[in-house]
């Protein structure tokens, strides 16, 4: 299994940490072909053909040696919608762009520090066990297994290096309100192991009822996550199980959900073999209960250029009749 990448903050920057005194510009483009059929009684039926983005990308990227060991990193990544949503009017030309990771930081013996907009440790926290990820069966609440991953506009975030095969992060999110005036109003803590082909990881996540984190005003949020992981070469695995309660400000909760996800690869001929389980159950409210399986066949046709076909199924506790999506996808990195 990768390392843990410095998995996050500056992962993309410091891997090594270099003396760069260019900017790198880089993207992803991945584009699909989906069969889509949504038979839920509790939704408009859906039965077409789509052509969809899976999370294309473009950014620029850098270092500085500052000397003496330590760097200065930056990046700025924007999500490119290439393909327009299903409904729309597909000749309307009306893609747009959207904020991703944007950061400057300084890296040294010490770890990473960066200011600016990331992903929360705890999305990255297991990152590196989803087979599926940026694909038709990658995490969404009508198909999929329903993590909650959370990207945070404005942090003061560190990782450390790696000690003894453990790496810590933290990420503190600041309310900028006058009901919410601290440094760590929202924050984000994670720890990963990572060796001899095993990974493991422990995070948690949590916001005051006064910071939107969760579009729900006075709802306090307490997010535990727990992955497990095994990279054996020919095959991998890859579990994730994670809670989610929010306080409701009234009184009760909002949510009170557990999620399971399953992964494993095995390598067959010139691709691989991918497949998923997960499950999803929340006691705060049923009327998203749902469990299902996904399966994959991915083929690089280079170092930069893939092709893969996906199918995903989930079948709804309370809502009669299930979801699929068959999906066809060319990926390419430069």
Do not use: C, W
Not at 80 to 92: A, L, R
Not at 94 to 118: E, I, K, M, Q, W
Not at 202 to 219: C, F, K, M, T
């Amino acid at each position: 299994m990768k390392k843990v990448l410095s998995l996050a903050i500056a992962a993309a920057l410091v891997a090594p940490v270099a003396a760069m005194a260019d900017a790198t510009i880089y993207g992803k483009v991945r584009q699909s072909l989906d069969v889509v059929s949504d038979e839920r009684s509790s939704a408009s039926e859906v039965d077409n053909i789509q052509i969809n983005n899976r999370t294309s990308r473009l950014g620029v990227k850098g270092s500085e040696d500052l000397g003496n060991g330590l760097t200065a990193v930056y990046k700025i990544e924007y999500g490119v919608n290439i393909s327009t949503n299903p409904g729309g009017n597909e000749f309307s030309g009306d893609g747009s762009l959207g904020a991703r990771n944007a950061f400057v930081g300084l890296a040294g013996g010490f770890g990473t520090v960066v200011l600016g907009r990331h992903d929360t440790p705890l999305k990255i926290s297991t990152g590196s066990l989803d087979y599926f990820g940026d694909t038709a069966v990658d995490n969404n609440l009508n198909y999929t297994e329903s993590l909650v991953d959370r990207r945070a506009d404005g942090t003061l975030a560190y990782i450390s290096p790696s000690l003894g095969g453990v790496t810590l992060a933290a990420a503190l999110v600041p309310g900028e309100n006058n009901e919410a005036d601290g440094l760590a109003d929202a924050y984000s803590l994670a720890a990963m192991y990572s060796n001899a082909g095993i990974f493991a990881s422990l995070a948690y996540e949590g916001a005051d009822g006064n910071i939107d984190a969760i579009g729900v005003d006075g709802a306090d949020l307490d997010q535990f996550r727990a992955g497990f992981g095994y990279d054996g070469g020919m095959f991998k695995v890859g579990v994730i199980f994670e809670n989610v309660t929010v306080e409701n400000p009234a009184g009760g909760d909002l949510q009170d959900s557990d999620s399971v996800m399953v992964n494993g690869a095995i390598k067959a001929g010139p691709g691989m073999v991918a497949v998923k389980i997960f499950d999803y159950a929340d006691d705060a409210s049923d009327a998203n209960d749902h469990d299902g399986f996904g399966v994959g066949y991915h083929y690089g046709l280079s170092k930069r250029t893939q092709v893969m076909a996906n199918y995903v199924g989930s079948s709804f506790d309370n809502r009669d009749g299930d979801v699929s999506i068959f999906s066809l996808q060319v990926n390419h990195n430069f």
